[in-house]
């Protein structure tokens, strides 16, 4: 189930092992304070947690004595074990039959902030998954519009979608800045105008705005992002490097498709692959690599001394914006 599902499922009743996995935070956050708010009493008495890193061969028997013992006074007991990725051995051997056999009264909360190691336990049949991924540009948004308006602040649909843009769907971030606007708006409406001035935009949107500058032709957008990023602390270098890593991304995404395993291979969220698949195939593979190729030589001849780091960035926006000119 995806996190917003979790509070429905939650009021029909306890699961007894549930799976928090995802990259976003908030969410995984959340969802263990739903859980604990929900069925755990007397925390002091009914309450341990694990690491996942010494989880491992026979060391599992103190996970499973922990949620062999019987509840203090109290209908269940909870344990927690963070960053737990057991391999497919140690499942077969020391977990699967006690999970297929799980205590009633006990409850397992497994919180993993990656996918895809170990053995993939939310196939398993015992394993309630919720998924704690960042959540698509439309979701938050609308998170961000309710959580407003239940706290009596009007706010424009324009203005909610930037926020959820500017923080680039990071929850952690998104929950900061709509608390922020709460403070800011009340009773007050909430325009794009308010959310240009009062929300920090993440360093990733800056750099996507560039890169839409870029594919726009936009010379003037792209200077004044450069400019606001050189003043926030990232050097020429950085903003260099960026870009490679962005073009290169671009590449990626139009030789081997913008699937779901590529997101997670490049640690990207839906809506910005989504939105790089399209930018792609404006800029075409013999662009792509005449860009990759000529930023990472900008890049070596920096690091090698060649060129100062003012002068590699110059160069690189001359590749960009006027390939056919010196």
Partial sequence: ????????????????????????????????????QAFLQMPELNYTTFDGATAKGAS??????????????????????????????????????????????????????????????????????????RAEEETVAKWVYITLKRAGVACTAEACEAVARYCVCDMSRVSMETEKLIEWGKGANITKAAVDDLVYKDA????????????????GMFMTVCKDLLSKGFDENAILSSLLNY???????????????????????DWVIKKNA???????????????????????????????KDGALESGICRIFFPDEG
């Avoid at 599902?5 to 699961?15: Q, V, W």
């Avoid at 960053?83 to 993993?112: A, C, G, H, M, R």
């Avoid at 990733?204 to 032709?217: K, L, P, Q």
């Avoid at 930018?279 to 690091?303: M, N, P, V």
Wanted: glycine residues 6%.
């Fill in 1 to 36: 189930m995806n996190y917003v599902e979790l509070k429905d499922d939650i009021s029909r009743g306890a699961r007894g092992i549930y799976l928090l996995e995802g990259e976003d935070a908030y969410f995984r956050t959340k969802a263990e304070e739903q859980i604990k």
């Fill in 60 to 133: 599992l028997g103190s996970l499973t004595a922990a949620l062999s013992a019987v509840p203090f006074m109290s209908p269940k007991r909870i344990v927690k074990i963070t960053d737990f990725y057991p391999t497919e051995s140690d499942y077969e051997k020391y977990l699967q039959p006690f999970f297929d056999n799980f205590p009633e009264d006990s409850i397992l909360i497994i919180v993993n902030s990656q996918t895809g190691k170990g053995v993939d336990l939310k196939r398993k049949k015992s394993v309630t998954y919720v998924n704690c991924k």
């Fill in 204 to 219: 990733e949107y800056r750099i996507y705005e560039m890169s839409t500058a870029i594919a726009a032709r936009d010379y």
């Fill in 247 to 269: 073009f290169k991304n671009l590449l990626s995404v139009l030789t081997l498709g913008p699937d779901d395993a590529l997101a997670k291979t490049l640690k990207m969220s």
């Fill in 278 to 308: 399209k930018e792609a195939k404006k800029f075409g593979k013999e662009r792509l690599c005449a860009l990759i190729d000529g930023l990472y030589s900008l890049i070596s001849s920096f690091k090698g001394g060649l060129i100062t």
